[in-house]
């Protein structure tokens, strides 16, 4: 059994982070609009195109931080698995299950929806798919922890390297599948791209290889390393590894998006086509992939470099941070109707208001004035008492 340790000190940076994260995560939902629409995917313009990619892709490593800072924070675990159970279950899952309800009764068919719920998330909330993984990390952080207490420097390095590989596998299928729209559709929601079966995946066996090295776990054996093995390092230094880093993961990012959406138009806009069409677009965004992970390292370098810690941390950005994971969870209901407020008013393209700088006008203000009104009333929640932390974790 793992001995209790006495609370360590706030980690300043991390919270930073949080609210960094959460701010990127308002940004992608608020970009969505401008390539997913019509029967699921639309873009309307080609600059549309240039601007959702550049803004997506700006801030695509949002989830994979959390991941990271949860790791950083609770890995290898400071409790028994019992008490880390009970303590992650009243922050996690109550607030979850809470909203889980709320959405499932003002978005589409309250029947229809908790019946879905028996086997997966409310699809018209499609971000809680964010909480039924990091429960999976979870699961497997006290299997995990003796062997993370541990590990020496190189053997982690191993299997980040290994994790590292796994991430351009996504690419490889796609590849290897030659840009097929080929589709698999399940009862409900998204139908999804074929997976093209590599090094002992086969229809009757899904876990390859390198199976149980691939996803998320790769980001929960970063945090464990930054947190135990990474010194903290000088500007200079940090800005020499995370600069290239990053471009080079935007690049891919932004790139691979472009290129698909021009590959679909043909030269000629609006382009649109079934949902299916948009996850292909979707192909170098996904948080398994070389250039989210490339950003979301870089991110990480740079924020372990903030300390700071005064008024403005104290009295402002360390209440949103306490209130981040239920920001995310209510964001949408709020969100979403800013989005639509915000282009009706400024209207479409370069025909709106603002000219070819309507699109990204749109999306910085959806996403801040959402953000901040999410933000408000997210902290407030969370001070109610007894009730609070029910709602906001």
């Known amino acids: 059994m793992l001995n209790i340790q006495s609370p360590k000190p706030r980690e300043v940076w991390v919270d930073w982070l949080r609210v960094a994260a ?46 990271i800072a949860s790791s950083y924070l609770l890995f ?36 229809q929806n908790f019946r879905d719920l028996l086997f997966n998330f409310n699809y018209a909330a499609g971000h809680l798919w964010f909480v039924y993984m990091l429960v999976g990390v979870y699961m497997l952080m006290p299997l995990l922890s003796p062997w993370a207490e541990h590990v020496g420097k190189r053997e982690l390095q191993v299997y980040l390297g290994l994790c590292l590989l796994t991430t351009f596998f996504p690419l490889l299928r796609d590849w290897l599948s030659g840009g097929s729209l080929s589709v698999i559709y399940g009862t409900s929601g998204l139908p999804r791209q074929a997976v093209y079966p590599l090094w002992g995946e086969c229809s009757w066996n899904a876990y390859g290889v390198f199976y149980y090295l691939c996803g998320f776990i790769g980001y929960l054996l970063l945090g464990l390393y930054v947190r135990r093995f990474l010194s903290q390092w000088s500007w200079r230094r940090t800005l020499a590894v995370a600069v290239p880093c990053y471009a080079v993961g935007f690049g891919i990012t932004f790139g691979g998006f472009i290129r698909r959406v021009l590959a ?24 398994d992939t070389i250039g989210v992970a490339l950003m979301a ?40 109707p800013v989005s639509g407020w915000v282009r009706g008013w400024l209207g479409l393209g370069a025909e709106g208001r603002l000219g070819v700088w309507t699109t990204p006008a749109q999306i910085l203000l959806s996403a801040i004035g959402s953000f901040v009104v999410v933000a408000i009333a997210a902290v407030l929640m969370q001070r109610v008492p007894r009730i609070g932390k029910y709602l906001m974790g």
């Open 76 to 111: 290898p675990l400071r409790y028994p698995t019992g008490e880390f159970v009970r303590r992650r279950a009243a922050r996690l899952l109550v607030p979850f299950v809470v909203w889980t309800v709320i959405y499932a009764l003002v978005w589409g068919n309250p029947v």
């Open 264 to 287: 679909s138009a043909g030269g000629t806009f609006p382009v649109e086509g079934l949902v299916e069409k948009a996850v292909w677009w979707e192909t170098t965004w996904t948080n």
């Open 297 to 336: 390292v870089a991110w990480i370098l740079v924020f372990r470099k903030i300390g700071a810690s005064g008024r403005l941390y104290r009295k402002l950005l360390l209440p949103v941070s306490r209130a981040s994971y239920g920001m995310y969870l209510c964001h949408l209901l709020v969100l979403v």
């Open 22 to 67: 959460c701010l990127m995560v308002f940004v992608v939902h608020s970009t969505e609009p401008f390539y997913l629409g019509g029967q699921g995917a639309l873009v309307l313009t080609q600059a549309d195109a240039y601007w959702a990619a550049f803004f997506d892709s700006f801030v695509r490593a949002c989830v994979p931080l959390f991941v």
